[in-house]
């Protein structure tokens, strides 16, 4: 069992609390076009509208791939979880079934890096309000590079195939971090428009050219693989930061992107 912890922390370990802010943050507007997404993933009260807005669109599924960074340096490069996941809401079951599909060129099973990892945690009470009947495969990179984006998209999509389920990937990655609000704003619109031009190449050297510190900027570009092998386009749904609710010297940005078909 994976058990929460962030929860009382990032979001409220209170199941009646949580439910009331996942409330306020979400509608009922699913898109069946979305295919991908990127949610951020700091304390709700900061991230969480903008991460309930891409939320609010994703269209049921039977099985969500979260992809997050790897905050803590523990584990695996590219780890996968099959324990069962906790939280307040209840538990959630990860798709041993797509687990076992993917090839493992890359992608391998490794728990420690998910023990105490948070990007991808915050985004399961989402799922848990919004949706019923689905399962995750949680994938935790320590490695972001071009290349390794590029294979676990390429995992993602085999599995996909020889399973036939009907996926929807979530990249949880916040944007540029402590700098100033008018800062992080401008360096932000640069790194949104490299993903919206759907170009991985092009969204890699900007990451470095800016040196950005956009934490989960491989996840960002699996979602961005896995979308351009569907024809998918990018669409830029809700951008914050939070100086928007804390001081503004130095914040962190929030860009909800939607992939659609």
């Keep these: ?16 609390s949580l439910i009331a802010m996942l409330k306020e ?9 979305v ?8 304390g709700y009260v900061y991230s969480g509208r903008t991460a309930g807005r891409v939320h609010s669109l994703l269209p049921d599924a ?17 780890a996968v979880s099959t324990d069962t996941w906790l939280t ?23 728990e420690t890096a998910h023990r105490y990892e948070h990007s991808l945690e915050v985004q399961v009470p989402f799922l848990q309000y919004l949706h ?29 195939q020889k399973t036939g389920r009907k996926i929807v990937v979530i990249a949880s990655s916040d944007m540029h971090h402590y700098i ?17 031009s759907m170009n991985t190449g092009k969204y890699y050297q900007t990451i470095y050219k800016l040196q950005a510190s956009v934490c989960g900027y491989g996840c960002i570009a699996v979602a ?13 749904v809700d951008y914050s930061t939070s100086g928007d609710v804390a001081d503004r010297s130095a914040v962190v940005g929030y860009a909800g992107i939607v992939f659609r078909s």
């Design 1 to 16: 069992m994976r058990h929460p912890s962030v929860a009382g922390s990032f979001y409220p370990s209170s199941p009646q």
């Design 25 to 33: 943050y979400t509608e009922a507007v699913k898109d069946e076009s």
């Design 35 to 42: 295919i991908a997404c990127i949610s951020p993933h700091a």
């Design 62 to 78: 039977e099985t969500f791939v979260i992809l997050g960074p790897n905050h803590t340096g523990v584990g695996l490069p590219v």
């Design 88 to 110: 307040p809401l209840g538990e959630v079951e990860v798709d041993e079934e797509f687990v076992n599909a993917m090839p493992g060129k890359i992608v391998a099973i490794d």
């Design 132 to 160: 019923k009947d689905f399962m995750i495969v949680p994938i935790c990179l320590g490695m972001q590079d071009e290349e390794t984006a590029r294979e676990v998209a390429e995992e993602i999509l085999e599995a996909e």
């Design 180 to 196: 100033p609000d008018d800062e992080c704003r401008k360096l932000d619109r640069i790194v949104i428009d490299a993903i919206l």
């Design 224 to 236: 961005m693989n896995y979308a351009n092998a569907k024809n998918a386009k990018a669409e830029l």
